[in-house]
């Protein structure tokens, strides 16, 4: 055979996640149930990440259908990440369902690749796990944050800074703090006018 023409022996890129699959391929219907478990650096968004060397598991059953192989079941992982109101350590674990289909030669948009009669799952867990990493986690659902004021932890200790006015009040916040002489002063003017102007 020349080097040029097709193979159908290709080989997918070697990896924990790659799987044969062969035998499901000569079988329309059959079944295969799949556990794999490995690190998969660079899993990471704004917010948080997979830390490095913490494994990602795929659990999922590989069907074959007409053209291909029906990837379906769950992709799980831990995460940490800095909690956006407290900017303490955050943690939380993945559980995202899939249901993929893998063609030979694949589509960007719809499936996924299909190497010859060799499956990699590594692209669905990548793809899994990006999409469903927090980008804005919490350390818990009750945190209080910090203090606008004074920076205090307010989930460790109490602080004497009060709430954050309304800026809604801003004007009424002001005139409430002017001294009565100016508030009598700009009630005798009038709205509009400037000191020493006077209606006709």
Known sequence: ???????????ARDGPFVVPVAALLREPGARRCVD????????????????????VRASVL??????????????SAGWTGACRRCLEDASGALS???????????????????????????????????LELPLAPLCREGCLGLCPECGADRNRERCSCGPAPDPRWGPL???AGEAP????????????????ETTE
């Open 1 to 11: 055979m020349s080097a040029s023409a097709p193979s159908a022996r290709r080989r």
């Open 36 to 55: 794999v478990e490995a690190e998969m650096p660079g899993l990471e968004v704004s917010g948080s990440r997979v830390p490095e060397g913490s494994p």
């Open 62 to 75: 590989l069907e074959s259908v007409h053209g291909g192989i029906l990837v379906s079941g769950t992709v």
């Open 96 to 130: 995202v369902p899939v249901r993929e289909l893998c063609v030979e030669g694949g589509d960007v948009e719809t499936t996924y690749a299909l190497v010859g009669d060799e499956l990699d799952l590594e692209p669905i867990a990548h793809d899994a796990c990006i």
């Open 173 to 175: 916040v002001a005139l």
């Open 181 to 196: 002489q100016a508030r009598a002063a700009r009630s005798a003017v009038g709205p509009g006018r400037g000191p020493g």
